[in-house]
Structure formats: C-alpha cells, structure tokens
C-alpha cells in the first residue's frame, strides 16, 4: 500500500501533505497525555506489523493492522500513522519522506473511515456473531479502502495509471480477508480480555 | 506451527543512531526534501539530468553504495513492466516507468546520504527546530521505544507458540495470532502506562528540552543557499 517516492505528481503531494497536516492537527487535539501512551504503542505495532511475514499458500504478505488501528486509535489515528511511517522510512527505507504526506493520508484515511463506519457497531455491538461480521468486514474494509485512496491518488497523477490500478485493488484482496480474520479474532479477544481498550 | 509462517524481519542494526553530517538536521531535512519535490514535478529532460548531477556526484565521490540501490531497482523493474502492459501505448508506458524509476533512484540517493544518516535522534533535533507540536515529538520517541518492548515480546511469544504448536495451518493460524497481538498489547500497555506514570512523577517531558538547540551557524546558510539556488535551476529548467 506504500506509495513509492517519485510517482505522484506534485499537486498531489501537495494536496496529500495539507490533508495529512490537517488529519494530524484533528488527531493531536483529540490526543490527551493519558492517551498518547496508547497511541505510541499503537503506532509501535503498526510499525511492526509490516514487517511480519504471514504466509497466504506459497506467497507471503505483510499484515497493516489499519482496521484495529482505527477501531482502537478512533480520532487519533493520523498522528499514529504519521509516526509509524515516518520511522518506516527512516529505519528500513519503506515508502519515503516525501510521499510520506500521501501514504499518511492513505493508511490514516482508511484507518479513520473505518472507525466512523464501523466504530460504534464494534463497540456497541449486542451479539458476538454481529460483532464478529462487523469486525471481519471492516478488517476488509479498511484494507480495500486504503488501496483505493491509493489507487485514487495514482490516477489523479495520470489516468493512464488506472490499468495498474487495477491490478493494485486485485492484489491487494487476499491481504484484505487475511486482514479481515486477524481483526475479528483479535477484536473478539479484546471484547473478551481487555474491552476498555475499545472504548 | 510450521517454519516461516510468521518471521519478523527486524534488524536491530538499523536502529543505531550515526550521524557523520556537522549541519543542522534541519537544514539537511529541508534541502533534501526541496530537491526531492523538486524531482518528483520534473518531467524534461533538461531538469532530469541538472538533477541527476547531485546524486551522481555523491555516487563518484563514494558517499553512497550502488549496491543499496539493487532491491529498489528490482522493484523498479516489475514497475515499468506492470506500466507498460497497461499503458494505452506500450512505448509510453515504458518511458513513464523509466522515468518514474529514475526519480527514485536520485530522490533513493539524495535521502541515503543527506537524511537516513540522521537517524532519529536527528530527526527528532530537526522536528525540533522545525517547531513540530510536542505531543508529536513525545509519540516519536514513545513509539521507538514501543517497538522495542513490542519486538522483543513478539519474539519470545512466537518462540513459545512455535513450540507449543508447530504444525498450526488455516484459521487457526490466524486466530493464533491474533489472540497473540492482543496479549502483547495488553502486558506492553500496561507497563507503558506505568512508566507513563513515572515520567510525570519526574516532572513530565523536561528531559527531551536537551535536544531543542541552537539556531543555523554560517555553513548552514551557505547549504540552504546553495540547495535553494540548485532546485530553483531544476523548477525553471522543467518550465523552460
């Protein structure tokens, strides 16, 4: 999902850095002290999630944890995202410092659209397998959402991009049901453990 | 649970923290970024090759590997095959890909030998004199020590899952690891909060002040003038 560095063009850099900025401001205003604890450690296990291998039959993809991140983080989600990935391309060169405006808005943007979406139903949800739908079809959700802005933000660069585009979206559906199972087994375990970290 | 169904590829080396550069973080951060901006619009040749004379520069004068750009250009290469399969025209598609390929590879360069070196403790400095919110400077530093506490938990629990059941497969498999994450996070988050607790028994963030420093000496300058005159040339020569 990382957008490389020299593809976008620059009013959507641009664009990106300015949504980026204005998701980070929202997400620090809603980030007490207590908070930001949770909101680090959030931002340590998305940062490490891509960098955890899991096995898809011969193939391996990287986990994004985009839908816990946002059901977890709700408001505070961009600063995290920011964090992480500004890390990510610091330690390990993934994505890269200038696109990094653009893959905040993309991985933050997902995360965020899935707390508004599903937030309160996960939350709030009566029935375990009404939770458990729930919190498979936003771990889907957040993923095929994230490869869309991305996909959104290649074509506004040139509508020639949108032949890779698909083949971006159709690639990145066994990461979103691998995604999809990882966040109803570990939403359900939260549920069950630990619900205060969903409030 | 059967091997190599989970690795974490995490290596620690890349933690350590070498800054060799003498200018301020700052000014390395801003001059690299412009230049790289300045990149990424460019589409003549004419600026493509004024900014390729940086790169290639750091290249001769062997500040920066060849050899770290392989797994960069590997990727480069299913790129421009991926674009010129879909492009309308197959040459077009070709030509965006080796020009996109290009971009990364100067912008892979000019960040390898001005920002990575850096490392966090210059980029925190930078966000620093960058006036970057301190809510935000205090989630840098707590998440790089998360991933500390997260990584080494991860490792010792996927140790005991990996001995406790070797041959996991399907949803299981997930599930597994799943239940695992919550579990990490829940002991990690619990330690961090007392810690948390005890960073403001000690009078809260007073300690990361020592990184807030200085404003720009006279080197500084001459980079930030020198850098500014360079991707103006770039921006004019594009629009020429």
């Known amino acids: 999902m990382h957008i490389s560095e020299g593809i976008l063009s ?28 949770r909101t680090a450690l959030i931002s340590s296990a998305f940062f490490l999630a891509s960098l955890v291998n899991v096995r898809i039959g011969p193939s391996s993809t990287h986990l994004s944890l985009l ?37 905040t808005f993309v991985m933050g943007g997902a995360a965020l659209l899935t707390h508004v979406i599903f937030g309160k139903a996960i939350r709030e949800g009566k029935g375990r397998a009404h939770v458990r739908v729930m919190s498979f079809i936003a771990g889907v959700f957040a993923v095929m ?25 159709i690639a990145h559906v066994p990461l979103a049901l691998v995604e999809g199972a990882v966040t109803m087994f570990l939403v359900m375990w939260l549920k069950r453990a630990a619900p205060e970290f969903l409030s | 649970m059967t091997k190599g169904i989970y690795t974490l590829e995490f ?4 933690l350590v923290i070498n800054s060799t550069n003498s200018n301020s973080p ?20 004419a600026a493509l090759f004024t900014a390729l004379l940086m790169p290639l520069t750091f290249i001769l004068t062997k500040r920066f590997k060849l050899s770290h750009l392989v797994k960069i ?29 290009l971009r990364v590879n100067m912008i892979c360069v000019a960040f390898g030998v001005m920002i990575y070196p850096l490392g966090t403790a210059g980029m925190y400095e930078a966000l620093c004199v960058l006036n970057v919110p301190m809510k935000l400077r205090v989630l840098v530093i707590l998440t790089l020590r998360g991933i500390y506490t997260l990584s080494e938990r991860y490792s010792s629990s996927i140790t005991s899952v990996k001995l406790r059941a070797p041959e ?23 330690r961090s909060e007392n810690i948390m607790r005890a960073v403001k028994c000690r009078g809260g963030f007073g300690g990361f002040k020592q990184s807030e420093n200085d404003g720009f000496n006279l080197r500084d300058i001459v980079m930030m003038t020198g850098y500014a005159f360079y991707v103006l040339g770039i921006v004019l020569l594009n629009n020429a």
Request: net charge positive.
């Open chain 2, 73 to 101: 250009n590997i990727v480069n290469i299913i790129m421009i095959f991926t674009l010129a399969m879909t492009w309308p025209i197959f040459i077009d598609g070709l030509v965006m890909g080796a020009v996109i390929a």
């Open chain 2, 26 to 45: 700052a000014v390395v951060l801003v001059s690299a970024l412009s230049y790289a901006l300045a990149v990424s619009i460019s589409t003549s040749i």
């Open chain 2, 168 to 190: 996991l497969s399907g949803m299981m498999r997930l599930k597994v690891f799943a239940y695992m994450i919550g579990n990490i996070l829940l002991q990690t988050s619990e």
């Open chain 1, 145 to 169: 959402a994230g490869a869309s802005l991305a996909g959104a933000f290649l074509g506004m660069t040139d509508r020639n991009f949108i032949g890779a585009v698909k083949i971006l979206l």
């Open chain 1, 67 to 103: 839908a816990p991140m946002g059901i977890i983080l709700g408001n505070s989600v961009f600063p995290a995202v920011l964090v992480a990935l500004m890390l990510q391309a610091l330690l390990f060169h993934f994505g890269g410092l200038l696109v990094l405006g653009a893959n």
């Open chain 2, 11 to 14: 290596p620690r080396q890349s």
């Open chain 1, 10 to 37: 620059g009013s959507v850099l641009v664009t990106c850095w300015a949504g980026t900025i204005i998701g980070t401001a929202y997400g620090l205003k809603h980030t007490d002290t207590d908070k930001t604890v």
